[in-house]
Each structure stands twice: as C-alpha cells, then as structure tokens.
C-alpha cells in the first residue's frame, strides 16, 4: 500500500509530531500510503521506531526524528534532517500535545502543570512553524496543519484549564500565519477534534461516569477514531485542499452545531 502512481501526497515531504501514537500514527501512515515521504517527529523513540516499522512494512518511506517539541535546538535539527533526507519539506503537521490529569480548574492547577503544557502545546507549535516555514519557503510552500481542539472553541464546566488556554493559542497563531504567509505559498490551518479514541484520553475516560457526561454532547454519539481525524488532516496536507486556509477546520462528530443532542 505505499505511493501509488496517484497518490496524492507523491513527491512531497511530511514531517509528523508526535507521531508515535494515536493522530499521529494513523497520519504517518496514510500520509505515506498516499506517497508522502514521512518524517516521524517523536520524544519517545521506541514508539516512534514501531511507527517507522509499520510505515515500511506497508511499502511506505519514513525517518525517526527523535525530538522533544518544546526544545528550540531539537526541532531545528529535526526540520534540517528532513530536508537532508529528502531536499525539501512540503507538508508540516504539528500534532504533538499532552493532556496531563494534572490539568485542571484554574484554581488547582500547579504552575508546573501550566507551563509543561504550554511548553508542548503551544510552544511545540510555534518552533515548529519557526524552523519549518523557511524550509517551506524553500520547497516552493506547503501546507500546515496545527492541531487545536474543540475546548479552543468552547468551555466546559469540567476545565483543564491549561489545556485548553494552549489550543485556544494555537488557533489563533494558526490563523496569523495563514494570513502572513498566503502570498507565499503556504497555507496554515488548524484542525480541531472532538474527543478521539486515542492513548491521551485513554485514562480520562476509564470511568464510566465521565465518559457518559462527555458523550451525551456529541450529536454522533461516539468518539472519532484516530484513523478519521488523519483523513481530515491528509485534506489539509493535500492539494485537493488549496483554496483552505487560516481555517478553524472541525472533525467533532457534531460537537460544536449542537444546542440539543438526539436522545
Ligand atoms: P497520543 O497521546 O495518542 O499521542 C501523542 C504523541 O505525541 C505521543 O506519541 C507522544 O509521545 C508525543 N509527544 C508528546 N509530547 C511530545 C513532545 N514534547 N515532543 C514530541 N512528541 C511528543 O495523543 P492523540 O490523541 O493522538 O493527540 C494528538 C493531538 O490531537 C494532540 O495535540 C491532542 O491535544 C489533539 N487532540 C486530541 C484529542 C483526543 O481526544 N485524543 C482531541 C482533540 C485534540
């Protein structure tokens, strides 16, 4: 199942953060099912190595960036080696974030709680366009795709509070960037999911009781698979979507039109 002669992503680079699980994962794969060489950006490099494996097992090419998001020098190197590796770099998909139990009203959440998740959410963000984007340039544009959430556009009474301050920050640096680099070939958007059945959100909802109290407010009625979320941002990342940018680009099952929900 590697690039095909029309895969939609022949020819072009992508570089993945937080690639070794969930989003990420899924996105390396379909990205490199569809003829991207992938660049899998990761902290732990046991998982971003498995990821690599099942990149090559389906045909796919893929490079282990080990790198830490929040680190300024690892992500530049991280951005250098894809272009070493392959001469360019085409498509950036910042999809690194934690979600620590930690996190939560602004009244109990430990300071080093707060800039951790800043540090990896938004911060990992911002290096990410500050060393991709001149490669972008390079490569004659791209497409950047940052992950939001849907808690960027809305509150709950159940707040992680720096969780959300950091999404609410990414989508708003998104749309600047779109507008600064239009004219230049690269368009910037941010993806915003709804609760998706990944590792992050394993732990949080294993209690029976919080898992109905987030369900009741998705219209679909279930959690997106992480495999749904990487097709939206395979979208984002292809030409099929060149006239999208700076957009608030919803993947929510229904979340964010919702007054009421079915019964
Ligand atoms: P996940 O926990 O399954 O995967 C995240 C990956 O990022 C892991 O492999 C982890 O090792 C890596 N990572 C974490 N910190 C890193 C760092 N500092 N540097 C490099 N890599 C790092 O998570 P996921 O559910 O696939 O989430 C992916 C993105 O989607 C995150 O930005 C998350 O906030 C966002 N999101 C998730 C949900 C959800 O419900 N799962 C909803 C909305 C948004």
Not at 28 to 35: D, K, V
Not at 48 to 64: I, M, N, S
Not at 147 to 169: C, D, E, L, N, P
Not at 186 to 215: H, K, M
Request: negative net charge; contains cysteine; proline residues 5%.
């Amino acid at each position: 199942m590697s690039g095909t002669p029309t895969g939609r992503l022949n020819g072009r680079t992508a570089l993945i953060t937080g690639a070794g699980s969930g989003i990420g994962r899924e996105s390396a794969l379909l990205f490199a099912a569809e003829g991207a060489r992938v660049v899998v950006c990761e902290r732990d490099e046991a998982a971003g190595r498995v990821t690599v494996e099942h990149v090559e097992a389906q045909g796919g090419q893929a490079l282990l960036a080990l790198a830490d998001v929040s680190d300024d020098a690892q992500m530049r190197q991280a951005v250098e080696s894809a272009v070493d590796w392959t001469g360019g770099l085409h498509v950036l998909f910042n999809n690194a974030g934690i979600f620590p139990a930690r996190d939560g009203s602004p009244v109990e959440t430990p300071l080093d709680v707060w800039q951790l998740v800043i540090d990896v959410n938004l911060k990992g963000v911002f290096l990410g366009c500050k060393h991709a984007i001149p490669a972008m340039i390079e490569s004659g544009g791209g497409s950047i795709i940052n992950t939001a959430s849907f808690v960027a556009v809305m509150g709950a009474a159940t707040s992680q509070i720096a969780y959300t301050a950091s999404k609410g920050g990414v989508l708003a640096m998104t749309r600047e960037i779109a507008v600064e680099y239009a004219r230049r070939g690269i368009r910037a958007n941010a993806l915003c999911p709804g609760p998706v059945n990944t590792p992050l959100l394993e732990e949080f909802l294993s209690d029976p009781a919080q898992r109905a109290r987030r369900l009741v407010h998705i219209p679909m009625g279930r959690l997106a698979e992480a495999s749904e979320v990487a097709q939206a941002a395979l979208y984002l990342a292809c030409p099929e979507s060149s006239y999208v940018t700076g957009s608030t680009f919803m993947v929510d099952g229904g979340i964010t039109a919702a007054y009421v929900t079915p019964e």
